[in-house]
């Protein structure tokens, strides 16, 4: 059973950038990886996810152009680079792993594993 670390969070300024990271204890090779957030008195959303061996990006029209979601070569590794960022986006961000991934969206019930969040904060 897979296990993932979520870091990379803080406090910017709008307009600044940070970038998320979702390690894993074991390979993610076969999940689909990916990321939610949840904003106090908001429901979870889906941001962006990505299949670890076969790509496959999928992004919420709100992100689209601002984030890019990327692997590495270890594929035990997932990152969310966030630029521009905006108000809007402060939430905890969460990475989770399922087995299916789609390009026309990004239901949480599908993931099945997930971290404990690390909180982005955009001040303005």
């Known amino acids: 059973q897979v296990e993932l670390v979520e870091s990379g969070g803080g406090t910017v300024q709008t307009g600044g950038s940070l970038r998320l990271s979702c390690t894993g204890s074991s390979d993610l090779d076969y999940y689909c990886i990916g990321w939610f957030r949840q904003a106090p008195g908001k429901e979870r959303e889906g941001v962006s996810s990505i299949h670890v061996s076969r790509g496959m990006p999928y992004y919420i029209d709100s992100v689209k152009g601002r984030f890019t979601i990327s692997t590495d070569n270890t594929k035990r590794a997932v990152y969310l680079q966030m630029n521009s960022l905006k108000p809007e986006d402060t939430a905890t961000y969460y990475c989770?792993?399922?087995?299916?991934?789609?390009?026309?969206?990004?239901?949480?019930?599908?993931?099945?594993?997930w971290g404990q969040g690390t909180q982005v904060t955009v001040s303005s």
């Open positions: 989770a792993a399922g087995v299916v991934c789609s390009t026309a969206a990004l239901p949480a019930g599908a993931f099945t594993h």
